[in-house]
C-alpha cells in the first residue's frame, strides 16, 4: 500500500501542476499577433525625453518611412535668437513581428536654463510642424512633475483628455513620468494610440518611462522589443556600457535623483539592477532621490505578489531612505511605508513612501493589508509631486473629475522638514 502512495502522489501533484500551467498558459505565454502596418514618409511619433548629458540635455526622437534617411536632421532655434542649427540625427530600422520603421533620435545639449526652443525634424525630403518647450532652470529650488501609472489605453481612448486635463489643471508641471504599461500590447497599433494620447504634450514637454510587463513579448524568458529604447534612447548607453538587458536610468534633476528601474526581469537580471540602484545610491550627492518602477515593492492586490522584487530592492532603498517610490501594474491608487501599521494623518514619517497608481480604463479587484492608506481602485488617478528643498509633497487626483483625492508630505529620516 505504502509502494502505491509514494506513485500516486506524485502523480497527483504532477497533474494539479500540469493543470495549473495549462489554465494560466494563456496568460503567461500567448503573445496576439500584431496586424501589418505601413509607415508613412512623412516624419512622425515626434516625442521629447531627456538625453545622455545631464539636465540640460534632451532627445528628439521620431519615425518615419521604412528605410533609413541618413540626411535626417533636427533644426534648434533659441527663441531669444534667429540663428538655426541643425543637429544629424542618428537612425535604426527596427523590424517587429508585422512590419518595419526607420526611427530617428538627435540630442540637443547645452541647452539654456529658462530658455524656450522651437524645433522641427526631417526626414524624406519632409519636415514636420515646429515645435516648442522651455528649459528648467536647475537653481530653482522649487519643481513639480506629474506621475502616471498603467495608461495601456484601448483604441480611441480617453487618455489623450485626460492627460491634457492634468497639465492644464497644473501648468507648473515640467515633465510626465509614467510608471510602465503606456501602452496596451507591442504593436504599431496601440503605439499609434499611444502617442495619440500623448500627442502635443510629448513634444513641449520631456517624458519618462520605465517599462512594463505590457511592454514585453511573452516567452519563458520574456523580451523586449528595440523600439522601446528607440522612441526612449536614454535606456540605450547603459545598456552599452553594462554590456546587459537592463533598462535602466539615472537622472539629476534639479536636486533630486530619478532612478528608473526595470522590474519586469528574471532574477538574474535584478540582481544586477540591484547592483545598479545600490551604487547609484551611495554616490548620490543629491538632497532628494525618487525611484520608479513598475511592479509594487508592497502589493495592494495580493500580500504576497511581488516578493521578489520587495526582496530585491526594498532594503536598498529604505537603508538610502529615499523619499519616494512611484510604481504601477495594480490598477488602483493606494499608498504605504515599510511599516505594517497604516499611516497616521497625511504626514510620512518614515520614508521611503510607496505609492501605486494607475490611469487606466481597467480596474482590478483588490485585496490590501492594513499597511495601505487611501486606498482608491474605481476611477483613473495621477499624482502631482512638487520637490522643495525641505519638502517633497505628493498630491492625488481622480484624473476622470480632477479631485483631489489624497495629499501627503515626505519627511526624511523621521524629521519634520520646513516648508519653504
Known amino acids: 500500500m505504502k509502494a502505491i502512495v509514494k506513485i500516486i502522489v506524485p502523480l497527483l501533484i504532477v497533474a494539479a501542476l500540469a493543470i495549473w500551467c495549462k489554465s494560466r ?41 521604412t528605410t533609413v534617411d541618413n540626411t535626417s536632421r533636427l533644426l534648434l532655434c533659441d527663441t531669444t535668437s534667429t540663428d538655426t542649427i541643425a543637429i544629424a540625427a542618428t537612425s535604426e530600422v527596427f523590424r517587429s513581428r508585422a512590419g518595419q520603421a526607420a526611427y530617428y533620435r538627435a540630442e540637443m545639449t547645452d541647452l539654456q536654463p529658462s530658455h524656450t526652443y522651437s524645433y522641427a525634424v526631417e526626414s524624406c525630403g519632409r519636415r514636420s510642424e515646429w515645435y516648442r518647450f522651455t528649459m528648467h532652470n536647475p537653481k530653482d529650488s522649487v519643481f ?55 500627442d502635443s504634450i510629448c513634444t513641449a514637454m520631456p517624458i519618462l518611462m520605465v517599462l512594463g510587463n505590457h511592454e514585453y513579448l511573452k516567452y519563458v524568458i520574456r523580451k523586449c522589443e528595440r523600439r522601446n529604447s528607440l522612441v526612449f534612447p536614454y535606456f540605450l548607453k547603459g545598456m552599452e556600457e553594462r554590456d546587459d538587458e537592463n533598462h535602466l536610468y539615472a537622472l539629476r534633476y534639479h536636486d533630486t535623483d530619478f532612478l528608473l528601474l526595470d522590474t519586469n526581469r528574471e532574477f538574474p537580471f535584478l540582481w544586477g539592477q540591484r547592483r545598479w540602484l545600490k551604487e547609484q545610491l551611495a554616490n548620490s550627492t543629491a538632497r532628494h532621490h525618487i525611484v520608479i518602477g513598475h511592479h509594487p515593492f508592497y502589493s495592494v492586490k495580493r500580500k504576497n505578489n511581488n516578493l ?18 512611484t510604481q504601477g501594474h495594480e490598477h488602483a491608487y493606494a499608498r504605504c511605508t515599510a511599516s505594517e501599521k497604516p499611516m497616521e494623518g497625511d504626514i510620512c514619517r518614515n520614508s521611503p513612501l510607496y505609492t501605486v497608481s494607475h490611469c487606466s480604463p481597467k480596474n482590478y479587484r483588490i485585496r490590501p493589508t492594513e499597511r495601505f492608506s487611501a486606498i482608491r481602485n474605481d476611477s483613473r488617478y495621477y499624482q502631482l509631486i512638487t520637490v522643495t528643498p525641505d519638502t517633497t509633497f505628493m498630491r492625488g487626483f481622480d484624473a476622470n473629475s480632477g479631485e483631489l483625492i489624497d495629499e501627503v508630505k515626505i519627511v526624511a529620516h523621521g524629521k519634520m522638514r520646513k516648508a519653504s
Open 25 to 65: 498558459w494563456h496568460a503567461w505565454f500567448y503573445n496576439p499577433d500584431e496586424p501589418p502596418y505601413t509607415v508613412g514618409i512623412e516624419p512622425q511619433r515626434v516625442l521629447l525625453t531627456f538625453g545622455d548629458h545631464g539636465e540640460t540635455s534632451r532627445y528628439v526622437t521620431w519615425m518615419c518611412d
Open 144 to 198: 513639480t512633475f506629474l506621475f502616471m501609472g498603467d495608461v495601456q489605453d484601448t483604441i480611441g481612448g480617453i487618455a489623450n483628455q485626460l492627460l491634457r486635463k492634468a497639465i492644464e489643471n497644473h501648468p507648473e508641471t515640467e515633465m510626465v513620468v509614467f510608471g510602465g504599461d503606456l501602452t496596451e500590447r507591442p504593436m504599431d497599433k496601440f503605439w499609434a494610440e499611444t502617442f495619440s494620447s500623448m
Open 308 to 325: 521578489l522584487i520587495r526582496w530585491i530592492f526594498s532594503d536598498v532603498v529604505e537603508d538610502a531612505h529615499a523619499e519616494l517610490v
